[in-house]
C-alpha cells in the first residue's frame, strides 16, 4: 500500500450534500480478488473449472492469485479506512465453508471470513456480505448444479452455516448477487461458467436461484430476525431504437428478461407472463409455495447499474454512434441511473435501495507529475453518477448509499484482468496496491459529504 490520501480540501459549498446517514462505501467479490484456491480446505468452483477450459477467458487467465487478499486482507482494511470507506461489500465462498456444496461445514474456511469482519468492524466499517457471487462449488454443478433444485436447499443450509458464524456481527445478509448474470450467461449465452447455452436451462436456472433466495431468506430470518435481508440485481435500463411496433416489443422483451424477471417475483407479481409465454417457458419448476417464498419482503433491494440498451429489433443491443464507452464497450450513460431510480420507485414495493455497484473499467493510462494514476475519467464516471444519485434522493427515491465498483482492480470474468475496474490500482506482478486520483477524490467526498471538487 503506498501513500494516504491528501488532507481532504474544503468542498465548495456549492456541491450537493447527501443525506448525513448516507452510507459510502465500496464492492468486490470473492473469486476476484481471494487467490488462494486451495487454502484452509477450499474445494474448487465452477470458476476453478471454467477458468481451466480453453479460450473461455479473454486472456487465458485465473483466479488463483488475483489480488492475493485472502492473504492480504490486513492491509488491505487499512487501506479501506485510509479511504474513509463506512460500508465494504464482499462476498462468501461457498467452497471454503462447504467444499462438497453441502454436508459438513469447513470450519477454517469460515475462520477467514470471521477475521474478516473483526477487522472491519474494529476499523468502523460496516461489512456488507454477499452470501453467493456466482462461484458455485463444482461438487454441486457436476449433479446439475442452478438445474437442480436441489441447490436451492444446499444454498439454504450453507447460508445457515455462515450465519451461524458471522451472525453476530453483521447486520445486513445479501443471499444473491445478479441471479440474471448466473442464469443468463452461465446458462443460456455460455459466456461465463458453467458455459452452457439452452434459454430453458437458463428460465429452469433463473426460477432455482430465486428459489434459493427465497429458502435462505426464510432461514435468515429465523436466525437472525434483526437483521436486514436483502438481493442484489443488475439493472440495464432498456430503450426501443425507434418507436416502430416491432422494436418496441423487442425493448420490451429484453426489459422483462433483463430487469423484470427477478425484481417482479421479488416484489409479488410473478414471472412476467408474456415473456414468458413468448419464449414457451412451460413453468413446470414452479411448484406450489415458490412464489410466495420468493416474494417474503425484504428490507433492502441493491442496484447494480454499468449502463444502458437501445434495442432493435433487428439487431439486438447497440451504442448510438459516438457515445462514450467505457473500455469494454459499454455506453456511459449517467441519466439512465436517475431513470431507473425512479422507475424501481414507481414500481415496486421495496422499502429502499443501495447501489451495491456503479463504477467503469478506463485506460488509466495517464499519470500525474508525481506518477499516480490521473484516472480523470472514471472519477468523472462516478461523479455523474452520484449527481444523479442525489437527484433522485431528492425527488424521493429511497436510496441509502453508493457502493463503487470496485475497491480494486481484478479479474473481470470472462474478459481476465484486462479491464481494470478499481479505484486503487493492483500491480499484479508485485500486488501492490495504489489508490487512483478517483480513490482519493472518493475519500474527499466522503469525509465532507458531498461532491469533492475534481482536482
Ligand atoms: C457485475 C458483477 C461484478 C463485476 C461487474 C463489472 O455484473 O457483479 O462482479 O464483474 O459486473
Given at each position: 500500500m503506498s501513500t494516504r490520501p491528501e488532507p481532504a480540501v474544503p468542498s465548495s459549498s456549492s456541491s450537493p450534500a447527501f443525506p448525513d446517514d448516507f452510507i459510502w462505501g465500496a464492492a468486490t467479490s470473492s473469486f476476484q480478488i481471494e487467490g488462494s484456491p486451495h487454502a484452509d480446505g477450499k474445494s474448487a468452483s465452477i470458476w476453478d473449472t471454467f477458468c481451466r477450459e480453453p479460450g473461455r477467458i479473454a486472456d487465458g487467465s485465473n483466479g488463483d492469485d488475483a489480488c492475493d487478499h485472502y492473504v492480504r486482507y490486513t492491509e488491505d482494511v487499512s487501506l479501506m479506512r485510509q479511504l474513509r470507506l463506512a460500508a465494504y461489500r464482499f462476498s462468501v465462498a461457498w467452497t471454503r465453508v462447504k467444499p462438497d456444496g453441502r454436508?459438513?461445514?469447513?470450519e477454517a474456511g469460515l475462520d477467514f471470513y470471521d477475521r474478516l469482519v473483526d477487522r472491519l468492524l474494529a476499523a468502523g466499517i460496516t461489512p456488507y456480505p454477499t452470501?453467493?457471487?456466482?462461484?458455485?462449488p463444482q461438487a454441486l454443478s457436476d449433479g446439475g448444479g442452478w438445474l437442480n433444485r436441489d441447490t436451492a436447499h444446499a444454498f439454504a443450509d450453507y447460508a445457515a452455516a455462515v450465519l451461524d458464524r458471522l451472525g453476530d456481527r453483521v447486520s445486513t445478509w445479501t443471499t444473491l448477487n445478479e441471479p440474471f448474470v448466473s442464469a443468463n450467461h452461465g446458462y443460456?449465452?455460455?459466456?461465463?461458467?458453467?458455459g452452457h447455452t439452452s434459454m430453458a436451462e437458463g428460465f429452469t436456472a433463473s426460477h432455482h436461484l430465486l428459489l434459493a433466495h427465497g429458502l435462505a431468506g426464510a432461514r435468515i430470518r429465523r436466525l437472525a430476525p434483526d437483521a436486514r435481508l436483502a438481493i442484489v440485481l443488475n439493472f440495464t435500463p432498456v430503450q426501443p431504437a425507434t418507436d416502430s411496433d416491432e422494436d418496441t416489443a423487442a425493448a420490451g422483451r429484453v426489459d422483462d428478461l433483463?430487469?423484470?424477471?427477478?425484481a417482479d417475483p421479488l416484489a409479488g407479481f410473478g414471472y412476467p407472463d408474456t415473456t414468458a409465454d413468448h419464449y414457451g417457458w412451460d413453468r413446470a419448476e414452479v411448484h406450489d409455495g415458490d412464489l410466495a417464498l420468493i416474494s417474503a419482503p425484504i428490507d433492502l433491494l441493491g442496484v447494480n447499474y454499468y449502463t444502458r440498451q437501445i434495442i432493435s429489433a433487428a439487431d439486438g443491443a447497440r451504442v448510438p454512434d459516438g457515445a462514450p464507452c467505457n473500455t469494454m464497450g459499454w455506453e456511459v450513460h449517467p441519466p439512465s441511473l436517475g431513470a431507473l431510480l425512479r422507475t424501481l420507485r414507481d414500481r415496486y414495493p421495496f422499502r429502499s435501495y443501495l447501489i451495491t455497484e456503479n463504477g467503469a473499467p478506463m485506460p488509466d493510462a495517464a499519470r500525474t507529475d508525481d506518477g499516480r494514476i490521473a484516472d480523470d475519467d472514471r472519477l468523472a464516471y462516478i461523479r455523474d453518477h452520484l449527481l444523479q444519485v442525489h437527484d433522485a434522493i431528492a425527488d424521493d427515491c429511497p436510496v441509502e448509499g453508493y457502493l463503487v465498483w470496485s475497491l480494486f482492480d481484478n479479474f473481470e470474468w470472462a474478459h481476465g484482468y484486462g479491464p481494470r475496474f478499481g479505484i486503487v490500482e493492483v500491480d499484479?506482478?508485485?500486488q501492490r496496491r495504489t489508490p487512483k486520483k478517483s480513490a482519493l477524490w472518493y475519500a474527499d467526498t466522503i469525509a465532507h459529504n458531498r461532491l469533492a471538487p475534481t482536482s
Open positions: 454436508g459438513p461445514t469447513n452470501l453467493y457471487h456466482w462461484d458455485l443460456v449465452t455460455g459466456e461465463h461458467a458453467p433483463e430487469n423484470r424477471w427477478y499484479y506482478a508485485t
